[in-house]
């Protein structure tokens, strides 16, 4: 917070009063959630009154309809497949396919196909993460039991149709405090 362009003191009972007085007035700290917020008032001696604009942004959970076909050959061994997103404001994209074997060996031969679906998951997720624009991000870590993939062909199966986001919100308003 600021006076005149000057950082004011925090600690001061005055700053912390006038602070408790705008946040009751706005009403910030009257729900829960993942929030943040911005904004600029200034106060008008002539007026007396602050003024100027509120900017709030709220994280809400969505969730995306897809079709993400997970495809694996028939000739590998596994008990499981975990599939992994990770997408933040902060961080790059993170992804991943893991066959999980609970008794046996990791051959070469699964680290190349687990390799190869990483590869095509990531491609999938990229085009749904530009179909929902408005994401912000998305955490996904699901186990899938080799026993829910489907037989086609050479390939055994396994579609993910939803994925869930965070996206943000965003309300602007103008303030006017009247101290009248």
């Not at 095509?120 to 829910?148: C, R």
Request: glycine letters at 4%; proline letters at 2%; charged letters at 30%.
């Amino acid at each position: 917070m600021t006076s005149n362009k000057e950082e004011l003191d925090w600690q001061d009972e005055k700053v912390r009063a006038i602070v408790d007085f705008i946040d009751d007035f706005i009403g910030y700290g009257s729900f829960a959630g993942d929030f943040s917020t911005d904004g600029l008032l200034e106060f008008s001696k002539e007026d007396q009154c602050f003024y100027g604009t509120d900017t709030y942004v709220e994280s809400e959970s969505e969730t995306g309809q897809c079709e993400i076909k997970i495809a694996l050959p028939t000739d590998i061994w596994f008990d499981q497949v975990r599939l992994f997103i990770c997408d933040n404001r902060w961080d790059p994209l993170q992804v991943a396919v893991e066959l999980i074997v609970n008794n046996g060996p990791i051959t070469d031969k699964h680290i190349e196909i687990q390799d190869k679906a990483t590869e095509h998951f990531t491609a999938e997720v990229e085009v749904f993460m530009q179909e929902h624009h408005q994401m912000t991000g998305i955490w996904y870590n699901e186990i899938i039991p080799s026993t829910l993939f489907t037989m086609k062909g050479e390939t055994l199966e396994h579609t993910v149709d939803e994925i869930s986001y965070t996206c943000d919100t965003v309300d602007e308003r103008d303030v006017l405090i009247s101290l009248n």
